[in-house]
């Protein structure tokens, strides 16, 4: 992915921008005191201790998770994009501060782990599978490459590509080093990136390589496992090695199977290979993977990963509401997927509706209205008591956490949240792609010139779209998305325009001074599933263009599973500024099952016709559940 549209992109509408803002001023903060045990009632991170300690500042042992130092790298990341957004010496001096610390760390020969630095370097490199070395490698390769397009200071990327050297001395297909891979795929988009600042083909080639390889017999992970008699936590399982998406070769997988975030990582990861390197039957297995997890294993708020064991994907239309996991970071690792794949096969429509469905529903749920607060599973239901009380139920929470002794999930937001610039366009050659709707400015160069643009919306909240044309070149294409949830729009310049097969609207032949009105006709819609997705047989969701809605008890009293929709309702809308800095929110008239007809100590019993309460239902964002009053909460409602 390229970072460069972020300095030609301002985003001034109040939605993004709030949520920006609130990224920028609050979480970034926040999360740096909780990456140093500043958090009064949070769980300790330890993480930023663990640097102090392996590089001899301060005496200790190493404290957290195996993989704690990617909490770090995650935020410095974030950290370089809010400085490209919006420069802050501070908090550039903060993170030169954090990135000094880290490098003390490093090893002489370009190791840089604190689990392994604290834990003893001579089982480095022993369990690939559990251990995340790799993994926490990508993640500040990430960081790295970000910092250095925003602020020029390299000297985290060194400390980062001497470190990929040693791994490159080590690990590869050459007879004497060690065949393995990752067991959290992550290190292989990060290499990608780096190729792009470097152009080294070693980097290029070894991301290529850990793709390749995954999944090969002899298996690696097998063979890892009885060299060094390491523990295998899955053998028990039905997914077994498919968990790391190592059951066989990516390009023999024919569905997303395991853990969510590894899978979704790793398809970025194929994408960006296959693209650097032509590798057709590599790109053919993305959009493979691609149609499985959208158009079967993926929830109407863009969360995936349905099965709380293995925090994993399961089967086709297997898509349960109340002990569903679809983690935040599952959530953005699919943006990272969908922002890929419309890059590099043909800029089509649909990758962008699931960005959007993704970013609108289950990303920024993830996160407390002031972002102080985060959630780790994204439910559609939830009923309080069943949490407490149903061991399956224990890891859904009805509040948002202050953070996690596990917490990918916070710093994740963190940084596509300040990288939002980067997935709103793209160009190709003379064409510029508007791919979301967001007020703002865009100044850039295509094949034929320079093209610049100012956007005034409302979005996601109403449909029109107007567009000032302020610098155009005479070949240049403008390419606007036309969303798959919209059946019906309209254009000023209707002699400008054609629509091609990929649902974009092409407007040619413009010029500066042009405005351009699109109107995008946006009413609630009442959704239904599949029929093959048994959970929601009999229910329907609610919909009003990119953003979905549920009741929550606080509103509509409780008992949410008593309530009946007829299919024919009509609803109505008003944007209610004070609501969480200002959503629409629906009304409608729904049906109450009156169970006071039933004596309590029956619990079966003859049908009879049902007693049904006419009531008033109040619905909000989904996104915006959970900020109130602990409660129920419901997406999927029973039609009567």
């Known amino acids: 992915m390229k970072t460069n549209l972020l300095n030609e992109v301002t985003i001034t509408g109040h939605f993004w921008k709030n949520f920006i803002d609130m990224a920028i001023t609050q979480v970034i903060p926040y999360q740096w005191e909780a990456l140093n045990d500043r958090i009064e009632g949070a769980e300790p991170s330890y993480c930023m201790r663990n640097f102090r300690v392996a590089s001899g500042k301060e005496k200790g042992e190493f404290g957290g998770r195996v993989f704690q130092d990617s909490d770090v790298a995650k935020w410095l990341e974030a950290v370089a994009y809010s400085l490209m957004v919006r420069p802050d ?94 067991g959290h795929q992550e290190i292989e988009l990060a290499l990608v990136k780096l190729y792009g600042i470097t152009q080294d083909e070693k980097h290029l080639k070894l991301a290529k390589y850990f793709i390749d390889e995954r ?23 039905l997914f077994q090695f498919g968990y790391y998406q190592a059951g066989e070769t990516v ?28 590798d057709a039957s590599l790109m053919e297995a993305c959009c493979r993977l691609w149609k499985d997890v959208t158009r079967s294993q993926m929830y109407i708020t863009g969360g995936v ?29 699919l943006a990272f997927f969908a922002r890929r794949m419309l890059e590099y096969d043909g800029f089509k429509s649909e990758y962008a509706d699931v960005l959007e469905q993704a970013l609108y529903n289950g990303i920024i749920s993830g996160m407390s209205a002031d972002g102080k607060s985060f959630f780790y599973v994204n439910p559609l239901e939830v009923v309080p008591e069943s949490t407490k009380k149903d061991q399956h139920r224990e890891h859904v929470k009805i509040q948002r956490q202050k953070w996690f002794s596990c917490s990918c999930c916070p710093p994740n937001l963190a940084r596509i949240l300040t990288s939002l610039g980067d997935y709103l366009y793209a160009k190709n050659k003379n064409t510029f792609y508007v791919n979301l709707f967001v007020d703002g400015t865009v100044q850039t160069e295509l094949d034929c010139g320079s093209i610049g643009f100012e956007i005034t919306t409302e979005y ?89 809605y549920c009741l929550e008890e606080i509103d509509n009293g409780a008992d949410l599973h008593r309530i009946f929709l007829d299919r024919e309702t009509e609803f109505t809308y008003s944007f209610n500024k004070e609501f969480f800095g200002g959503a629409v929110l629906l009304e409608s008239q729904g049906l109450r099952l009156n ?33 109130r009053e602990p409660g129920e909460m419901c997406c999927w409602i029973k039609t009567n």
């Open 215 to 237: 999944g090969k017999e002899p298996l690696f992970f097998r063979e890892e496992i009885e060299k060094h008699s390491n523990y295998y936590h899955w053998k028990d399982s």
């Open 305 to 333: 990963g349905s099965s709380y064991y293995g925090e994993a994907f399961t089967f086709s239309y297997d898509l349960p509401n109340d002990t569903m996991y679809a983690e935040t970071c599952a959530s953005i690792a």
């Open 460 to 548: 996601p909240w109403e449909g029109t779209i107007k567009l000032k044309v302020t610098d155009w070149s005479t070949e240049a294409v403008l390419a606007v998305r036309l969303p798959g949830w919209c059946e019906n729009y309209s254009v000023n310049l209707s002699d400008n325009v054609s629509r091609c097969d990929s649902g974009y609207l092409l407007l040619s032949k413009l010029n500066a001074g042009d405005e351009i009105l699109i109107e995008f006709d946006m009413p609630v819609t009442i959704v239904e599933a599949n029929p093959r997705v048994r959970e929601n047989i009999g229910k329907v969701a609610i919909r009003r263009g990119s953003v979905v």
């Open 89 to 182: 010496a501070e908090l550039e001096s903060i993170a030169d501060g954090a990135i000094d610390d880290i490098v003390a760390a490093q090893q002489p020969d370009g190791y840089l782990n604190t689990y392994y630095i604290l834990n003893g370097l001579d089982k480095r490199f022993t369990n690939l599978m559990e251990n995340h070395e790799l993994y926490c490698l990508g993640h500040f390769l990430e960081a790295a490459v970000a910092y250095y397009y925003a602020t020029k200071k390299d000297k985290l990327l060194k400390a980062l590509i001497k470190y990929v050297d040693l791994v490159d001395s080590l690990i590869g297909s050459e007879e004497g080093k060690i065949h393995g891979y990752p």
């Open 251 to 278: 390009r023999e997988q024919q569905s997303a199977i395991g853990h969510s975030v590894r899978a979704l990582y790793m398809y970025a990861g194929m994408a960006d290979v296959a693209y650097k390197t032509n």
């Open 595 to 627: 169970q006071d007809a039933w004596e309590p100590d029956v619990l079966y019993r003859r049908v009879q016709a049902r007693d049904y309460k006419n009531i008033s239902l109040k619905w909000i964002p989904y996104y915006l559940w959970a900020n």
